[in-house]
């Protein structure tokens, strides 16, 4: 009885996080924004330039807020029952698993180590996985650890399976000590295996820094006389899974990839490297779906293939066109929550409207649809359509799409007719080929880059996230509450202003390239609100009007001049001040997190907006000048040595920020903290005057300074700190030669 229901039972469904007063404020919001607008318009001719300044930024602000009203309109999201999957499919699909990794500095070996135990050790059947790792640093590090990675999983996915351990991650699993009432042979086990998970650390550490075991092994030749920029393919197959009994059956296929690289080439960065993956694993194994995760997004959830299989096979039922399914980025050692708080509210805007924006990592992929296909090429079985069939296929066409590789375009052609094309052929036979496809001259004269991860920015996630929109299909976004994938992200300094710096850079770049949402308003098949959800990475824009309206009333109090409405329309500006504040705290408080969190959150968006986006617009100017060209500086990695429990309690996700001292800001000699101090030393200038002054006429606008100071705090702390957390004394004289400039100026008028 319960069989025959639960098979009725859908595997996936769609939740609806549609609220009627959410909606009301967001209305509320832009009505303020406007009825400012209008004041400023009608009062336009009694004031001076600071008004029209004013009305500038203000205009700006509403246009985002416009945006933001029209993303979050209706939120929703997909719930997978990863339970009822195994009753309703019994042949599984393969999944080939992407990791790229490019420097073992900055991205420790061990880190890539865990990420790929666990994928490996991932609840789905083994010989339905491939774990490919493409590494841009050509690292005989990186291969040497994944090597003896792959002799440790001989023994942790047997364990993870035999225990169903949740977090198969060991750093992460290891970090909660054995419970004295768990049961002696499972504590004997768990004992062995952390034993076994030191042993492997201790080998990878010693590792690092000797070279000797290099020439001492045959193994290594690939790499003698290599440098990340300077030489050719390799391809090496660390495991593979021949089926068999025992153990070994239990551990997928593990395969190291590292791409030609010359110095005159461009290489795309990680998007060369993820195209190279598409294709090496295409070759080989040819899965219908793949999960790309960066190097240190390890999954933090066993089941979270099976949740991913759950969207895309109830949606084959439906003949529905989901391209990718994406969860949400998390981070063990994040110390900022806007993130979390952008993706539960913003994220889960989009993804009620097409779908979500693909972020680059955690998500799954539709082989056919990286390959270039749009959702009308299909009929509604799923099957190609005629039309397509004779565009699509024809050798001429294939060759110059995919390039000259033989195998692949037939691997190519299997992937796009949805045939299967695995046969029991040994994965060292596709070496290779697999070497030809990752020449640095493959792609030249094909269309790779205009299918698969598109080029042109650094941004690539957001970048072939549009490129899948604007073909017609949609995409999935699943957030479980325990996050499904955990990864590492610099949080605050110069780490994460630099981050940020990229993606802004990124982002507007893909306004400028062919897949810009801004062109071809009606001959592409993406909605237009999906459109509008894409002009959100204007956001980095945004650091201009932010950072004058920053020194606005700075500029009125010492230049004697009203900013802000006079008499009771002053009502309007602190109404949506306020009204502002405490939708945004409640955003906060209402995914867990404290009001201080909130407070570092938004003051971290200003110093955002003026210390790293501002420069990603220099980077674009300048790229369009030819001047100089944009580079993909990578992120810093971190394995904390301790963690507090990172469990699905929103309480509880609190905690691992504040016990670390991630959360104090550092500075150097770059000029990405001269706006900042710069912002601060006039904020102060301007309350100094008017607390001399004292003149209450222009209370509202002190008030203003006084927020810009509490947002700009970390600056205000770092004038009075030494070393990494105080303000160079040479950032500090060109801020102070600008305050001084600014306050003459000011005052002269
Ligand atoms: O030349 C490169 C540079 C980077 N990577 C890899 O790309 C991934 C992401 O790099 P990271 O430095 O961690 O960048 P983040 O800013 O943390 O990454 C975010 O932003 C990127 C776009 O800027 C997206 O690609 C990522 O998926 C997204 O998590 C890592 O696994 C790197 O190893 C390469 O493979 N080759
Ligand atoms: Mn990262």
Known sequence: MADSSSALLPICERISHKSYALRAVDLTILGLLFS???????????????????????????????????????????????????????????????????????????????????????????????????????????????????????????????????????????????????????????????????????????????????????????????????????????????????????????????????????????????????????????????????????????????????????????????????????????????????????????????????????????????????????????????????????????????????????????????KSSNPKNSLKNFIEAAQEVGHCHYEYQTSWGNFGWLYDSVAEDINTSIGIHLRGWTSSYISPDRPAFLGSTPSVGLEAIVQQRRWGTGSIEVLFNQQSPLIGMFRRKIKFRQRLAYLWVLMCLRSIPELVYCLLPAYSLLHNSALFPKGPCLGITVTLVGMHCLYSLWQYMSLGFSVQSWYVSQSHLRILATCSWLFSIQDIILKLLGISKVGFIIAKKTMPETMTTFESQPSQREDDGKKSDLGKFEFDSSSHFIPGTFVMLVNLAALARFFVGLQWSSLAEACGCILVVMLFLPFLKGLFEKGKYGIPLSTLSKAVFLTVLFVLLSVGK
């Open 36 to 418: 400012l607008l209008i004041y400023r318009i009608i009062h336009i001719s009694q004031n001076d330039n600071i008004w029209l300044v004013a009305f500038l930024c203000e205009s700006c602000f509403s246009f985002i807020w416009l945006i933001i009203t029209c993303i979050q309109w209706s939120p929703a999201e997909d719930k997978p029952y990863p339970d009822r999957l195994d009753e309703r499919v019994h042949d599984l699909p393969s999944v080939d698993m992407f990791v790229p990794t490019a420097d073992p500095v900055r991205e420790p070996p061990i880190i890539v180590v865990n990420t790929v135990l666990s994928l490996l050790s991932m609840n789905y059947p083994a010989n339905k996985l491939a774990c490919y790792v493409s590494d841009d640093g050509c690292s005989p590090l990186t291969y040497f650890s994944l090597r003896e990675a792959s002799k440790f999983a001989m023994i942790w996915v047997p364990f993870c399976k035999k225990y169903n351990v949740k977090v198969r991650a060991p750093f992460r699993y290891f970090l909660n000590p054995l419970l004295a009432t768990e049961n002696s042979e499972f504590s004997r086990h768990w004992k062995m295996m952390k034993r076994e998970y030191e042993k492997l650390c201790r080998k990878v550490e010693n590792a690092t820094g000797d070279s000797h075991w290099l020439g001492a092994d045959h193994d290594f030749e690939a790499f003698s006389n290599t440098k990340p920029n300077d030489h050719s393919t390799i391809v090496k197959v660390v495991w593979e899974n021949k089926g068999g009994v025992g153990d070994e059956k239990e551990v997928p296929h593990l395969v190291y990839i590292s791409r030609e690289k010359r110095p005159n080439y461009l290489h795309h960065y990680k998007t060369g490297a993820m195209n190279f993956l598409l294709r090496v694993s295409g070759l080989m194994t040819n899965a219908p779906y793949m999960l790309t995760v960066d190097c240190d997004m390890y999954a933090n959830e066993a089941d979270v293939v099976r949740q991913a299989m759950c969207v895309f096979l109830q949606n084959s039922e439906n003949s529905n066109h989901c391209a990718f399914v994406q969860f949400p980025q998390e981070f063990y050692d994040s110390y900022t929550k806007e993130l979390a708080v952008v993706q539960s509210y913003l994220g889960r805007g989009v993804a009620g409207i097409q779908g979500p924006i693909y972020c680059g990592s955690g998500c799954f992929h539709t082989r056919r649809v990286m390959y270039g296909l749009s959702s009308d090429d299909l009929e509604d079985n799923g099957s190609l359509s005629s039309a397509a069939k004779k565009e699509l296929l024809g050798e001429d066409s294939l060759v110059r799409t995919y390039g000259s590789s033989k195998e692949l375009v037939k691997s190519v052609v299997d992937a796009l007719q949805k």
